[in-house]
């Protein structure tokens, strides 16, 4: 894989969300490991987990994301945002970190030989967006 000529100029990117209550917002993902690294005051709060970044933004217009349809017709949350693990050792420790600190987990796919790609578990924050931590196995070529 080459190097793209823009990547010398991009300095991080990040993932928007609105949420309504930013106290408990800034709670729930301190507790699943970010950080927040600065804020415009009344307005925004920019949190990282290692090299991922999240922008929290006051929802002052009752934002909303509408959920995702599949075929069938069944409603789904579209994850806001895909953690990767290095490791299924790694997902396993850091799913019991995250359920330590009393957070409820969904989809627990754990342990699950007959998945082709790796194992993942997801969790909701307190605005109903889902998060996916996940480790891929097969892969080859992608750091994590």
């Not at 790694?90 to 998945?115: C, F, M, P, T």
């Amino acid at each position: 894989m080459t190097t793209s000529t823009i990547a010398s100029y991009v300095h991080h990117s990040s993932k928007r969300i609105f949420v309504k209550d930013m106290d408990k917002s800034l709670d729930f993902y301190s507790r699943i490991g970010f950080v927040r690294r600065y804020l415009v005051l009344n307005f925004a709060h920019y949190l990282s987990l290692g090299n991922i970044n999240l922008e929290l933004w006051h929802n002052q217009n009752n934002i909303t994301v509408p959920p995702l349809h599949d075929d069938n017709g069944r409603e789904y949350i579209d994850p806001i945002l895909f953690i990767n693990v290095k490791d299924i050792a790694s997902l396993q420790i850091v799913y019991e970190k995250i359920k330590d600190e009393g957070i409820e987990v969904d989809a627990r796919e754990l342990d699950n030989d007959s998945s082709p790609y790796g194992e993942n578990f997801s969790l909701d924050d307190p605005d109903g967006y889902r998060i996916v931590f996940r480790a891929l196995k097969n892969v080859s070529n992608i750091p994590v």
